[in-house]
């Protein structure tokens, strides 16, 4: 329990593959045009992520390590074609609208990093956990993004829910006619990245500033010296 306890917290937060690994930038700040994009990208990536996770521990014993990486990027590249496919199949518009984003997926470094620094060193159930975390961690940060974006750029939130949900599902939130274009374009989506990163990293030293301070080597916590 405390492994997958810290391999949540890694995840979500202390390692989180876009604000601290700072992994898979292309899409992340190419798709974020709204809440659904970021949502739809993320669960892709977090699909992939997870089932290449776990194939990668399950054959971690019979792959030689001089065509581990090849290996890898073919486990990656299959699971991408799946998603691919049914995405294309059953989310056609959204399909459409993430575009290249989707097959880009293979060479999103974050995946074949987990395969190689995690998954290829752990047993299954460990391995499918981190990829579920990691890919929830980059989908929070994909939904946060393009909610903020959506919201300054065009006034509105969940546009385009449709194609996720299909096409009875309208729940877009309209706060105002219009927004801010910067937002929407791509110096929108540095500025916003930044901001969020320079947040994590306000909350993060202010928590340590919080921590009890450790105690000398050999002296017990919280006895004057």
Known sequence: MNNLRQIAIEGLWKNNPGLVQLLGLCPLLAVTTSTINGLGLGIATTAVLTGSNLIVSLIRGVVRPEIRIPAYVMVIAALVTAVELAMNAWFHELYRVLGIFIPLIVTNC???????????????????????????????????????????????????????????????????????????????????????????????????????????????AGHPA
Do not use: H, W, Y
Request: with cysteine; charged share 15%.
């Open 110 to 220: 974050m995946i074949i990093g987990r395969a190689e620094a995690f998954a290829s060193r752990n047993r299954p159930l460990l391995a499918v956990a981190d990829g579920v975390m990691m890919g929830a961690g980059f989908t929070a940060v994909l939904v946060i993004l393009g909610s903020v974006r959506e919201l300054v750029g065009q006034g509105t939130l969940l546009s385009g829910a449709q194609m996720m949900f299909g096409g009875s599902a309208d729940l877009t939130i309209r706060f105002s006619e219009g927004g801010f274009l910067l937002a929407l374009l791509p110096p929108g989506a540095f500025i916003c990245l930044g901001l969020m990163v320079a947040l994590k990293n306000v909350i993060d030293r202010r928590l340590s500033s919080r921590a009890p301070a450790s105690a000398p080597e050999g002296q017990p």
